[in-house]
């Protein structure tokens, strides 16, 4: 008898993992296959990331080229005259943007979608010898982007038709020795993920650059191969970050991290993956302390704990497309823990279903699953309550002669 009761249990128990498996892939099947459809639809709608190259200034040079006759032929050689285009550095950049995080939702995954407003202030200094008519060159985050309140100001000077090709304004400056040439730009615009600050693709100098973030949120992350702040300290209810250089050669790029919000539709998925181990544990107590105390509970009444226990899982994957993830976790808690309690009371009595049933799955279903919101500190939480669950049952049992325990189901009274 007590053998049979314990392989129909386990038997409960495999099907309830299976239940859970299908569950839990379902909806990781529906967070993921519109995953990409969604954040494409997202970045239609409010932009991707956005990656904001530096100005960068070119100056014409002319130079002569030798013309070599070919051998054996009876010309000489000649030069040749050729225009080029050489790069030239900016004498200084000063970038201010700010960042505010807006987030938003589409099915079960939220989109860390941001506004940004971008001011440039750049300076052009003629180190050359002689007059020179240097070319600046700015390109937008993306050609197909949305920019708003764009302004690009020469020496004090609104330009109000530059010239635009594919995303990118270039204009003349024409300057004297030492003279200096200012150019400011700015606009609005909105992007997704991330912003970046990119300096060029391979190794570039930079001369007396500060660019000046500021956040309406505190949890800043920086991408891989991005350079720290020299300057990061909290204001209000987000950031102020600040990049200063003198004289810097780097290929590596300024990059700023949207903090990502927690989406309801992979906390579902882990939760259900995951919740066999609950439900053993819940089990394993259970069993443990109602076969001690003689209180005997049928494989049916295991049968609809875990059916009870499924329906929080379920309820909780579906819950979250409609509201937060938060109200949906403890409506979800709150109506399982109702079903068992009431159930089992008629089972086993008021007082051992508040106490023990209760307590249990408010452990082992309720704080185990509230864990998935610890994020990093997870795996940790749930092997401390697996080793103090190990603890308690065996102080509880460590006096238990196990061989008078295998009676039948006769010598159980229920609990009242």
């Known amino acids: 008898m007590f053998t049979r009761r314990i392989a129909a249990i386990v038997f409960i128990f495999v099907c ?42 070119d ?8 013309i070599y006759a070919p051998q054996g032929s009876s010309e000489p050689s000649k030069l040749e005259e050729r225009v080029v285009t050489r790069p030239y550095t900016l004498e200084a950049s000063d970038i201010n943007i700010g960042l505010n995080l807006e987030h938003r939702k589409k099915g079960l995954l939220w989109y860390a979608t941001y506004r940004v407003n971008f001011a440039g202030s750049y300076q052009i200094k003629n180190d050359l010898s002689e007059e020179k008519d240097f070319m600046f060159t700015y390109a937008f985050p993306s050609k197909d982007g949305i920019y708003d309140n764009f302004r690009f ?30 150019v400011s730009i700015s606009y609005g615009s909105h992007g997704m993920d991330e912003w970046w600050y990119v300096f060029g693709k391979d190794v570039a100098q930079i001369r007396n650059f500060t660019l000046t973030a500021t956040t309406n949120f505190r949890d800043v992350d920086f991408p891989e191969n991005s350079i720290s702040p020299t300057l990061n300290e909290q204001m209000g209810d987000g950031r102020k970050m600040r990049w200063q250089y003198s004289s810097l050669i780097s290929g590596i790029q300024i ?31 259970i069993f443990i302390i109602s076969t001690v105390r003689k209180i005997y509970i049928h494989p049916m009444n295991y049968f609809f704990i875990a059916a009870a226990f499924f329906s929080f899982h379920l309820l909780l994957t579906y819950l979250t497309d409609h509201i937060d993830i938060y109200p949906a976790f403890a409506i979800s808690a709150v109506v399982s823990m109702a079903l068992v309690i009431s159930y089992m009371r008629l089972v086993v009595g008021q007082r051992f279903a508040l106490i023990e049933i209760g307590l249990s799955q408010l452990i082992y279903l309720v704080f185990f699953s509230y864990t998935f919101f610890l994020i990093g500190y997870t795996g940790l939480t749930v092997t401390i309550c697996c080793i103090l669950t190990l603890f308690a049952v065996m102080q509880f049992t460590a006096k238990v002669d196990w061989a008078t325990l295998n009676a039948a189901k006769s010598d159980f009274p229920k609990q009242t």
């Open 59 to 66: 100056y014409y040079d002319t130079t002569h080229v030798t």
């Open 16 to 57: 309830a993992s299976i239940g859970w498996g299908i569950l839990g892939s379902v909806t990781s099947y529906r967070t993921y296959q519109q995953d990409d459809k969604l954040k494409q639809a997202v970045g239609e709608l409010w932009g991707t990331a956005q990656k904001q190259e530096a100005a960068r200034v």
């Open 255 to 285: 990059g700023i991290k949207m903090p990502q919000k927690l989406n309801p539709g992979p906390f579902a998925s882990r939760v259900s993956f995951f919740a066999p181990v609950s439900l053993f544990l819940f089990f394993f107590l």
């Open 153 to 182: 100001v020469v020496d004090n000077q609104q330009i109000k038709d530059p010239q635009l090709t594919d995303g990118t304004v270039t204009y003349k400056i024409h300057l004297r020795p030492q003279q200096v040439g200012n």
